[in-house]
């Protein structure tokens, strides 16, 4: 396993300000996680809001996060297309642009099987020379869920470095774990449920990458100490707090899957200082009024704000 | 209603041959359906196998096609990717490269609800000065359904030309032929629905985007004729043919969604000598053997080859 | 085939008044359907509400109908529990009770596979001496479709007399119809479609169950002898004009599956004075304020009241 | 809460032979289970394949159980059926042959909104004079989950006593575990997460409903026991082996939902003497063959045989 790649990896959050993607507040981000004590940063990841964003905004996402975070902690980048050939033009650039590691979407829209889906990632494996992740997200793959002997054969083959599994089931997250633990583990295996990250590391996860970690890097990294050190009881005692502020995300009631959480997560991100404003990528419209002050009540019993 | 985009209107299969797009072969394929009696060609469709293909592919092929077309028919340009932003990237190089229309897929990878797809698609319409198609196909879209109310209100406002309807959703399909009657019929409603033309026109489809039209193209021609002169008799023998060669798609049990059904259509298209092989883009293997032979049994007894 | 179980055959509704079933309104309605020229009618389907009545009262409204039907038509019972031991237990009741075909569900609440299923209505067949009919209504059903070619085996084998599809997939029921003409037409193919009764008559439907024609059976009738006597103009335009007063199933937005639609049957029943309350079994709760309003009003417009 | 259950209360097998209940073998079931250490016994589970089983069958089963049990620990009972009308005539005969408490299923078959769904539960506690719990298994119901606050609600007022939740998402049951918490803990929330019983109990869980624990009850009451003096790394490993062991459920690759899992846990059972047959209630066939002999291979390295 590759150990770069363990331990408490955000996906980052796209700030926006007047329509544009703003860089300034990018920064403030990228420091307070990494000061925050996280042990990776993941770019063009759902809470990216990666879908939104054209080729040329991802590319400068790429660019400045990379400047800015120095090398002081890697950088994997999402690489969001259809099938291989088009995700293989992402990976390419971002490689270019200096990440450290891909994670691959496995193919949507298009409607594959699970060999056509170990092809396209030996095909981007063959193509793209990083580490690579396979990026396992069910929700927005029409349910596709990857196939467990299939990812450790892919680690086994040096294909892939590791798995991001957003898929929310942990008898197969389980399984995973005990497969690749019997091929000699050679995936890093990393959980985005970010809810559960105590129950996670405790049946063996490599580490998480949490939305939520956005707005609160810090307890995630106490977490994975926590559990590193075998202390489960402070394990879920953290876990237990981050679970109350991320509440948030169940204040925006009716909106979209990508307007709620995401919203939620930039309203309280705004109200700390972290960024300009709570804004989205269109057409997603930010949260306000009500529910805007819903969400600021629960930071700010947790002591967020 | 834009009359222009009514009738018979097929998907345009993309030929490939050792790992290339097979321009010769594509030539032929629109030869043959100009000659068919079709009313425009649809690119970039789930039958042209748009999510395999990289941009420099899709602009290559739109780029040909409407040489070769040479105005006898319009020629319709799907704009399929993610969401808004990204969609009027593809729409605005497809308007340069001479396409007549824009089918736009809602918003995919992306969670989002009616009201952000209706802004999506108004601000595709701002951004691109052609008529707009709305691409209607949940099967891809983690199960997502156009509103009928908000596709009519976009349609009045001119927003929206028409409606491609792959949503085998007859009670929707036919509120919608109803209330864009109700309102002027400023829509074209197409059907997508290749196997119950008939019935779909019966109740007052403007016309269709049949996928299986790549290997029939005449009879289509012939039910779209049949159906307006009101011979529902004819309409519905020639639709039973066509839906005898259509049996061709449920031979190749197993394979995934992408690569049954497009793959015997290439399978027979081969036979027919439209195209040089019945060659798929990666990672979509092209059917063989027993699955071969089962299809074109088939496609011989309907004499199709 | 067995030609008494074609044509119109409306699903009954169970008429309820102080949470109890209300046997007097169930005689009118018996007697509207039959003047209305229906040509059978199907008791315990989903129209009546079959999942919240208990065995005692179930069978006092196969006895009932029974008894009021006096022979004019058939009377066909649904036969619905989860497996086959269960379904027996019920359809033998009602065969007792005197219904001439059973309508048996496919199993739910278990999980089965077609193999299963094909069991499941060979054991019912042989257990209970009356012509059988295969319930095919995924939405209830964890989305199972049964599998035509099954179908048309056990067709062709007499375990089973026909088929009601109430799937919604018209390419399904366009193949089960070329599938079972092939074999000489030993099922008889109901549609459940009640919004494209006119397209499904015109690929070769021997009949409907319209949960609507229990709020105007006549019209349906018409439709029957127009497409009998293939003047498909007038079936759409007799369809056009049900699909106008169907449009009362679209007004009571965010209520249940089970409340919205047969709340607004009952609804205009209840104002056409057909049954004496729209009262629903519990826990379902009858429509009223605006949304009652809303019904009446298209039901006005309509002419029904 | 009533602590009468919590800790491990499987749900119990249900022998056949010769296509009748085996009582014989239940009896000896139930002595191994109490002898294996668990909490409690729940009845009319989807183990128990109650979809299957008669009203007779059912309540002879829990007339039998009662009886062999004496006292010893709770029997719970599953009133499994379509509405609460149905399901209270299940719970009253369960009461009446002695059961300790009802588990309610949600309304199934029919379409429910969560304000039915709530009067469905308040209906059943009037009705039944028994600690009532709601069984949340999304699968077998159309993929409804039951709400959070609903749950809490209904048991703040002690309608439900506790909740068996089998829907595999853990982010709403660590949400119903802190809701639960902060309402003072009325609900007993049980896991049926049988492969993340540490995780589950980490987290907050009164207890677990393991259906492979007819196959291994002591590892789960020693899991049970380490988490109670908090020793997790311990759990963890109990667990870990108990995964081993549940393998054999993904052994029948290509079996129906109800025949794979249940299938394979009888196969074992069969060899270890607990129980006669392996055979399942029709029409599920039992394991056999190759399937089989994969199933026992895997018992055997685990040392179950």
Known sequence: ???????VIPPVVTPFKNGEVDY???????????????NGLFLMGSSGQTAYLTDAQRDAIIERTVAKVAGRVPVLAGAIDTTAARVIEQAKRARALGA????????????????????HFRAIHEAV?????????????????????????????GVLAGVKDSSGDDVSFRRLVAANEKAGHPL?????????????????????????GNVEPRPYADLWEAAQRGDWAEARRIQ??????????????????????????????EAQGTI????????????????????LAIARERGLI
């Open 100 to 119: 450290d590691a891909i994670v691959a979407s496995c193919p949507f829209y298009a409607l594959n099987d699970m060999a056509e889906i170990e092809d």
């Open 24 to 38: 300034d507040s990018l920064d403030r981000l990228i420091e307070l996680l990494i000061e925050g004590g996280v």
């Open 129 to 157: 020379d990083l580490p690579l992740f396979a990026y396992d997200v069910p929700v927005r793959l029409n349910g596709k869920k990857l196939d467990t002997a299939m990812l450790v054969r892919l680690g086994t083959e």
């Open 240 to 269: 237990d707090g981050i679970c109350a502020g991320f509440e948030i995300v169940f204040v925006p009631v009716g909106r979209s899957g990508d307007a709620g959480g995401i919203g939620s997560f930039k309203t309280v991100m």
């Open 276 to 295: 300009a404003s709570n804004e989205m990528p269109f057409p997603l419209r930010a949260l306000e009024g009500e529910v805007k002050e819903g969400v």
């Open 188 to 212: 890093a295996v990393l959980t985005g449920h970010e809810c559960v990250v105590d129950g996670m590391l405790l049946l063996g996860a490599d580490g998480c990458v949490p939305g939520y």
């Open 1 to 7: 396993m590759d150990t770069r790649f363990t331990g």
